[in-house]
């Protein structure tokens, strides 16, 4: 795998700032739904914590600054619970399916549309390099191995490929557009294609990433894979990292990782 752009937040300031604005707009707390009797209840439980919380200093001569922090709890709490439900939410909405020949077609610019992403951390070799064509995704999609996430009008906005490596699955390739980063579309792909795998009876799962990379190797663990040791790397893995070397994408540190099938599934 090239290039993965799965899912990650976007790069630049200004890009951070459209998502957090758009965010605010949408409503910091738009999935607690609380009404008129809900926001009475959370303003009068900040008012009592910041009342206790004063009372308290003030019988043990402490600080003024405890019954603020005491009054922002209840608020920080059904941030926090707001924010996973949403999260939980639109990875819900998201719909994916086996790709169809249709498909094919767009996925090689969804494959190039992370490159601008490997552009910013001076990664042009990445990004220079061009997706494959098209007919490069149909062994896969005739085996039942390339599924697509679409939007509402189940156009692909994302891919997960996955080829058989050592007699094991191996996501091969990952994509999703930038424009679409946020709703966790990587997650929920990965997310399917290993229940495929649990269900075919693999007891593992394989691809190769970038270490240090962001929305590569860190991304990935963070999904529950692991960093699998060179020495246990099968005959065609190894084949795979030698191709990668002698392509010259070693000269930022690259690896393998592996994910258990025998356990829960992908965290999204």
């Known amino acids: 795998m090239k290039r993965g752009y ?3 937040e976007p790069l630049t300031p200004g890009r ?3 998502t957090s604005i758009d965010r605010l707009r949408r409503g910091p707390f738009r999935t607690a739904q609380l009404n008129l009797v809900g926001w009475s209840a959370l303003l009068a439980s900040c008012l009592a914590a910041w009342l206790l919380t004063r009372y308290a200093m003030q019988h043990l001569s402490g600080p003024g600054w405890p019954p603020w922090c005491a009054a922002a709890l209840p608020l920080g709490a059904v941030f926090v619970i707001d924010r996973r439900r949403d999260k939980a939410l639109r990875a819900k909405q998201i719909r ?3 790709a169809e020949p249709t498909d094919l077609e767009a996925l090689p610019a969804i494959e190039k549309s992370g490159d601008v992403a490997f552009r910013e ?3 042009d070799l990445v990004a220079d390099s061009e997706p494959p064509d098209q007919t490069a995704y149909l062994p896969a999609c005739a085996a039942r191995r390339l599924w697509v996430a679409c939007d509402a009008h189940d156009e692909p906005i994302g891919f997960v490929r996955v080829e058989l490596v050592d007699a094991l699955p191996h996501v091969e390739q990952v994509s999703v557009l930038p424009s679409q980063a946020g709703r966790h579309t990587g997650a929920v792909l990965l997310a399917h294609a290993a ?6 009876g693999y007891p593992r799962m394989t691809l190769r990433t970038f270490t240090e990379v962001p929305w590569n190797g860190p991304y990935y663990e963070r999904l529950g894979w692991r960093v699998l040791p060179e020495a246990d790397y099968g005959p065609q893995l190894q084949a795979l990292a030698e191709h990668e070397r002698a392509f010259g994408l070693t000269r930022w540190p ?5 994910l258990d099938l025998t356990g829960p599934g992908v965290i999204y």
């Open 6 to 8: 799965a899912d990650y």
């Open 16 to 18: 951070r700032a459209v």
């Open 96 to 98: 994916v399916r086996l």
């Open 121 to 123: 951390v001076g990664m």
């Open 195 to 200: 229940d495929w795998a649990r269900g075919a």
């Open 254 to 258: 690259r690896q393998a990782m592996v």
